[in-house]
């Protein structure tokens, strides 16, 4: 009896003690409550992998299957294509060593049906890559977990959807200006032009690459893309680009043409170091003219493109001046007025505010009217990877409608 009422006693005091139980629950707890989040958060992160790597599985897939069809690569030749595609679409989201898993994890099985020339093909993806878990899960989880995805896409015979892209680009004086991105082909140093000393250039060692430079290299990247659309497409019969510049003044365009050969001439063409003020309006104006206009229907039309994509890409590095060196707000009001037409169209317009004053940002946001389609650039980095983006937009909406 004594032994029995003891024990009681013990344990009463056990359970009256709330700072050892505080203690007790804590110590079992917090290891738990500390998974939980770490799982979670793991857990998270292996959704957004696999979201994005499903999206590279469809363009991979999609890519492929257009290629094929047209006559770009051979059956043999799919797996590497694949490869670089889904590769590319991942580079800004994957490290370099993940890169490299993904390009060697790829498969791509192709399926063809018909005969000749006449082939459709069905292509289906398959890729993977290690995402290594937060620190606290490698206890419970092995400290990796291996993301897989995979797509099938079948491409028809001219069912890649066209495009017209006009190009509008600054050329005014302070385009002349440095970034802070260092020439280093120029090892030597050069002349410059620097804001502060405007308009007399200063030799300077380091060299650095001015706005224009940097525009004529962003304006590649977006080319590039538009490439990889004609890639796909043997009868150069999917994009016509186009250019026009502008200071105070609207520059000679390149007309409208059929791929980008023209228009990265007229960008590699633009004076290194421009000079004038800056007026937006008859930029605008041409390249809205240019794609509502019939002819550009009729010359598409002309290649089976009964409904095609049209984009208008408005960069500048400044705010609307005409020729007097001050804001002109009426300027920007004309601007604006063809940016809300050419939207009405149908047109999707971007805009690239680059290094530009807050005059500038402002019209540039309310042009491209979705703010999704407006880009602020502070640096070349960032221009280059504006352009790049807005390219890989066109090619993701064109391609999905092929799809």
């Known amino acids: 009896m004594r032994i029995d009422r003891s024990l009681k006693s013990a344990t009463a005091r056990l359970v009256s003690d709330v700072r050892g139980n505080f203690g007790i629950m804590s110590a079992v707890l917090i290891p738990v409550l500390l998974a939980a989040v770490a799982v979670s958060m793991d857990m998270s992160k292996l959704l ?19 290629a094929l069809t047209n006559g770009d690569i051979t059956v043999a030749q799919a797996q590497t294509f694949a490869a670089r595609i889904a590769g590319g679409q991942l580079t800004k989201t994957l490290s370099a060593a993940q890169i490299t898993e993904l390009k060697a994890s790829i498969a791509a099985n192709v399926t063809a049906t018909g005969t000749g020339n006449n082939k459709d093909y069905t292509v289906k993806v398959t890729g993977q890559f290690t995402e290594k878990l937060l620190a606290f899960s490698t206890f419970h989880a092995g400290g990796t977990r291996v993301v897989k995805g995979s797509s099938t896409a079948t491409s028809q015979a001219q069912s890649t959807s066209a495009i017209s892209l006009y190009l509008v ?33 200063t030799w300077s060692k380091p060299c650095y690459i001015n706005k224009m430079g940097s525009l004529k290299t962003a304006a590649d990247a977006l080319f590039d893309e538009m490439d990889s659309i004609e890639a796909s497409d043997t009868t150069n019969s999917v994009v ?164």
């Open 240 to 403: 016509r680009t186009g250019v026009v510049s502008f200071n105070d003044d609207t520059q000679s365009p390149s007309n409208l043409a059929w791929g980008t050969t023209k228009a990265r001439k007229y960008v590699t063409d633009l004076p290194d170091n421009p000079t004038g003020g800056t007026d937006m309006t008859g930029g605008m104006q041409k390249a809205y003219d240019s794609l509502a206009d019939g002819s550009e229907t009729n010359v598409q039309a002309a290649k089976g493109n009964t409904e095609f994509f049209k984009y208008i890409v408005l960069m500048t590095d400044g705010e609307n001046t005409g020729s007097s060196g001050t804001w002109n707000k009426s300027l920007d009001t004309k601007t604006l007025q063809t940016c809300t037409a050419a939207r009405g169209a149908g047109m999707t317009v971007f805009t690239v505010a680059y290094m530009a004053p807050a005059n500038g940002e402002a019209l540039l946001k309310a042009c491209a009217g979705d703010l999704t389609n407006y880009y602020k650039a502070t640096d070349m980095d960032s221009l280059v990877k504006a352009f790049a983006d807005i390219g890989g937009k066109v090619t993701k909406q064109t391609t999905r409608m092929t799809n």
């Open 48 to 66: 957004a992998d696999k979201t994005q790597l499903a999206s590279a599985m469809d363009a991979a897939s999609l890519a492929t299957a257009s």
């Open 169 to 201: 680009v600054d050329r005014s004086g302070s385009m002349s200006w440095t970034t802070d991105t260092v020439d280093t082909s120029k090892p030597n140093g050069c002349w410059n032009y620097f804001e502060k000393n405007w308009p007399y250039q």
